[in-house]
């Protein structure tokens, strides 16, 4: 067989070497996935607060009852009343004798009056209703009622916010937690000493949120939980491709929630879950930052 012109076997070389560049990138674009694009996170660790709620009524933890030490007396002047902030020793009204001359009634401690009872020409004595009450050195609790459940995550000392209708949030702590339950309801009584120096009002209802510890782990969006008959998973895209975990879910807190099992730090989640998406099914994952919530690391 003659040998091939020069010119020829050039051309045929040069088809050849376009054809193996061509190759790789050919490759290539058989491997890269063409389904869907999804938005995905990376895992990343954080903590969530373990609250205990409840509702209860704000109540004077100690209540102070003024009365004269002597019966047979008249109210001759009213110096002070209900709302009214005082101070141990300052005088509340003045009395007449029936002998005739006039002694005064004094605040016993600080605080505000919650009651009073005194008008100008009324009888006083030692046993009967009393003058004023006073809401001792301005200490309130919130009582409330916490289930059999939640009573022995409870301890005293630990903080806690209370909202009260009109007034906000309060800074507070468990006080004293009751020994004995409501045999009807299964509830026991919780105190909680709230921390202000503003007047609170008595029987209020409030809302208590008691901080009884944390839990650190991994942490995704709620949007990435998907529930099913086969149990709670998320979906994670590994080399361009969905993988379907099943994860063991925790506290929540902000938007997100706890993964204890089945996840690790790093993880690339599919941030708002799909049903569409099945096992093994090629996307175009697009990098989204994970956001940290309230009291995350």
Do not use: W
Request: with cysteine; hydrophobic share 45%.
């Amino acid at each position: 067989m003659p040998p091939l012109p020069s010119s020829r076997l050039s051309a045929l070389l040069a088809v050849a070497l376009l054809a193996l560049a061509a190759a790789p990138s050919r490759a290539a674009e058989e491997e890269t996935p063409k389904g869907p694009a999804v938005t995905v996170l990376k895992v990343a660790k954080a903590c969530f607060a373990n609250i205990v709620e409840l509702s209860g009524t704000i109540m004077a933890r100690e209540e102070t009852a003024v009365r004269p030490e002597r019966m047979g007396l008249k109210v001759a002047e009213v110096m002070a009343e209900a709302g009214d902030t005082v101070t141990a020793g300052q005088t509340l009204a003045r009395l007449n004798l029936p002998e005739g001359g006039s002694v005064t009634v004094q605040a016993p401690v600080n605080g505000t009056i919650s009651s009073s009872s005194a008008t100008v020409g009324a009888m006083a004595s030692g046993k009967g209703e009393a003058l004023f009450n006073i809401i001792a050195r301005n200490e309130y609790d919130l009582v409330g009622l916490a289930s059999t459940s939640d009573l022995p995550k409870l301890a005293p000392g630990q903080p806690a916010s209370i909202r009260l209708i009109g007034v906000g949030d309060i800074d507070a702590k468990v006080r004293r937690i009751s020994p004995t339950v409501e045999q009807a309801v299964q509830l026991g009584p919780v105190y909680i000493a709230l921390t202000t120096n503003r007047k609170l009002p008595i029987n209020a209802s409030g809302r208590a949120l008691i901080k009884t510890g944390q839990s650190c782990n991994v942490a995704v969006p709620l949007t990435a939980i998907q529930y099913s008959s086969a149990g709670t998973v998320v979906q994670v895209v590994k080399r361009q491709r969905i993988e379907t975990k099943h994860v063991e879910t925790g506290l929540m807190s902000g938007g997100s929630i706890e993964i204890r099992d089945g996840l690790a730090e790093g993880d690339d989640v599919v941030a708002r879950a799909g049903a569409l998406l099945r096992e093994g099914d090629p996307v175009r994952p697009a990098t989204e930052a994970a956001a940290v919530p309230a009291g995350k690391k």
